[in-house]
C-alpha cells in the first residue's frame, strides 16, 4: 500500500532516475562489462511507478498543475510543494521525496495556459535484482492548461546521479548519471499517464571494472508502455 503525503505553500520556495542492470554469466578468467539489454532492464527498472524517477516526476507535475488549475490558484505567482511517497509493491519497493515548484502564465482573462516547474528529488528504491539511491533534477514547461483540454504537454530535461547495487551472479557496484530531454510529452489530464512523446537518453558510469556510455532514445506508447532504443537495437518496457 502506498502513503502519499502533499504539503502546498504558496510562496516562493524551490524547490526516467534511472540506471542499469546485467543479467551475466561469470567465469574466474573473466568479469562481464555491463552490456546494452543489461542498460534495458535497469532503465525498465527505475521507470516503475513510484519508484521516484522520470514518470513519478512527469506525474507528480501534471496532478499539481491540473489541481492548480481547478482550485484557481494564481498566475504569476510562484508556488510550492513537498512531496513524500512509500511504496511497497510485488516487484519494487521505493520511497521519495520532491520539493516541487511552478508558476502558471494566463491569458488576458486569467485562464492559465502554460507553466514553468522545478522538481529537486531524493529516492530509493529495491527490487530482487537492484537498489538504488539517486538524486534527481527535472526542469521544464506544460502547455494545454486550460481547463478545455484534456491532455497537457510537456517538455524538458532530467538528469538523475546516483549508485546502484546490482545483484546478480556476479554484484556490481555503480556509479552512474542518466539525462533525458522530453520532447511533447502528451500526458492525460484524468489519469496523468504519458499518452504519447519522446525522450533522447545518454547514461554514463562506472564500475570498479569500466567505464561505460550509451545513447538512446525512448517512444512513449501509452498504457504504460514504451519503447526503448539503444545503438539501433529496440526494447519494449513497462513500468504497471
Same mark, same amino acid.
Not at 102 to 130: D, G, H, K
Not at 192 to 221: H, Q, Y
Given at each position: 500500500?502506498?502513503?502519499?503525503?502533499?504539503?502546498?505553500?504558496?510562496?516562493?520556495?524551490?524547490?526516467?532516475?534511472?540506471?542499469?542492470?546485467?543479467? *551475466?554469466?561469470?567465469?574466474?578468467?573473466?568479469?562481464?562489462?555491463?552490456?546494452?539489454?543489461?542498460?534495458?532492464?535497469?532503465?525498465?527498472?527505475?521507470?516503475?511507478?513510484?519508484?521516484?524517477?522520470?514518470?513519478?516526476?512527469?506525474?507528480?507535475?501534471?496532478?499539481?498543475?491540473?489541481?492548480?488549475?481547478?482550485?484557481?490558484?494564481? *498566475?504569476?505567482?510562484?508556488?510550492?510543494?513537498?512531496?513524500?511517497?512509500?511504496?511497497?509493491?510485488?516487484?519494487?519497493?521505493?520511497?521519495?521525496?520532491?520539493?516541487?515548484?511552478? /508558476?502558471?502564465? *494566463?491569458?488576458?482573462?486569467?485562464?492559465?495556459?502554460?507553466?514553468?516547474?522545478?522538481?529537486?528529488?531524493?529516492?530509493?528504491?529495491?527490487?530482487?535484482?537492484?537498489?538504488?539511491?539517486?538524486?534527481?533534477?527535472?526542469?521544464?514547461?506544460?502547455?494545454?492548461?486550460?481547463?478545455?483540454?484534456?491532455?497537457?504537454?510537456?517538455?524538458?530535461?532530467?538528469?538523475?546521479?546516483?549508485?546502484?547495487?546490482?545483484? @546478480?551472479?556476479?554484484?556490481?557496484?555503480?556509479?552512474?548519471?542518466?539525462?533525458?530531454?522530453?520532447?511533447?510529452?502528451? +500526458?492525460?489530464?484524468?489519469?496523468?499517464?504519458?499518452?504519447?512523446?519522446?525522450? +533522447?537518453?545518454?547514461?554514463?558510469?562506472?564500475?570498479?571494472? /569500466?567505464?561505460?556510455?550509451?545513447?538512446?532514445?525512448?517512444? @512513449?506508447?501509452?498504457?504504460?508502455?514504451?519503447?526503448?532504443?539503444?545503438?539501433?537495437?529496440?526494447?519494449?518496457?513497462?513500468?504497471?
Amino acid at each position: 500500500m502506498m502513503t502519499k503525503f502533499k504539503v502546498l505553500i504558496s510562496i516562493v520556495v524551490f524547490s526516467f532516475p534511472v540506471l542499469l542492470f546485467t543479467s *551475466c554469466e561469470k567465469t574466474d578468467e573473466t568479469i562481464e562489462n555491463i552490456s546494452e539489454s543489461d542498460a534495458a532492464e535497469i532503465i525498465e527498472a527505475s521507470l516503475q511507478a513510484n519508484a521516484g524517477g522520470l514518470v513519478t516526476n512527469i506525474e507528480d507535475i501534471v496532478e499539481q498543475l491540473v489541481t492548480a488549475v481547478t482550485s484557481g490558484e494564481l *498566475c504569476d505567482t510562484l508556488y510550492s510543494s513537498t512531496i513524500e511517497e512509500d511504496f511497497q509493491g510485488a516487484k519494487i519497493q521505493a520511497s521519495y521525496t520532491s520539493e516541487l515548484s511552478y /508558476e502558471m502564465t *494566463c491569458n488576458a482573462v486569467e485562464i492559465p495556459q502554460t507553466a514553468t516547474f522545478s522538481i529537486l528529488t531524493e529516492s530509493m528504491y529495491s527490487s530482487s535484482r537492484i537498489e538504488s539511491d539517486d538524486n534527481g533534477n527535472f526542469t521544464g514547461n506544460a502547455t494545454n492548461l486550460q481547463p478545455s483540454s484534456l491532455t497537457m504537454n510537456i517538455n524538458g530535461d532530467y538528469s538523475q546521479t546516483g549508485t546502484q547495487a546490482l545483484n @546478480f551472479m556476479e554484484q556490481k557496484n555503480i556509479s552512474s548519471t542518466l539525462t533525458a530531454t522530453l520532447s511533447t510529452l502528451q +500526458i492525460s489530464k484524468q489519469d496523468f499517464e504519458i499518452e504519447s512523446g519522446n525522450a +533522447i537518453l545518454s547514461w554514463t558510469g562506472s564500475t570498479s571494472d /569500466e567505464t561505460f556510455s550509451f545513447e538512446g532514445t525512448i517512444v @512513449f506508447n501509452g498504457g504504460n508502455t514504451a519503447t526503448l532504443t539503444i545503438n539501433g537495437t529496440t526494447y519494449q518496457i513497462d513500468w504497471n
